[in-house]
């Protein structure tokens, strides 16, 4: 079992930079691959990014990529999406996700944070 606790989030205007953090419990979270996804309103769930076990391996989403970082620290149990340039667009509640293989959809999933919001204005 695993749990997870994003936070980060916050109202910034367009250009500005945010981290978002990803806490979480369990002394298996190494050996699971992260990922990153949003959802707006109205809209389905979309992947953002994902991150292998050992941090040796990023996949990001074609619209975020030289904006976006994914990374992870597993001293400290924590994923991070380093936001930069970001735009209305990007506004999006933004969930953590962990899985036990190839992260590119939410089905690959198996647990969840509750997510934050990030509001981008123009």
């Known amino acids: 079992q695993v749990q997870l606790v994003e936070s980060g989030g916050g109202l910034v205007q367009a250009g500005d930079s945010l981290r978002l953090s990803c806490a979480a419990s369990?002394?298996?979270?190494?050996?699971?691959?992260m990922g990153w996804f949003r959802q707006a309103p109205g809209k389905e769930r979309e992947f953002v990014a994902a991150?292998?076990?050992?941090?040796?391996?990023?996949y990001h989403l074609d619209s975020v990529k030289g904006r976006f970082t994914i990374s992870r620290d597993n001293a400290k149990n924590t994923v991070y999406l380093q936001m930069n340039t970001l735009k209305p667009e990007d506004t999006a509640v933004y969930y953590c996700?962990?899985?036990?293989?190839?992260?590119?959809?939410?089905?690959?999933?198996?647990?969840w944070g509750q997510g934050t919001q990030v509001t981008v204005s123009s």
């Open positions: 996700a962990a899985g036990r293989w190839v992260i590119r959809s939410p089905r690959d999933c198996d647990y």
């Open positions: 991150i292998g076990w050992n941090g040796g391996i990023t």
């Open positions: 369990g002394r298996t979270f190494s050996s699971y691959t």
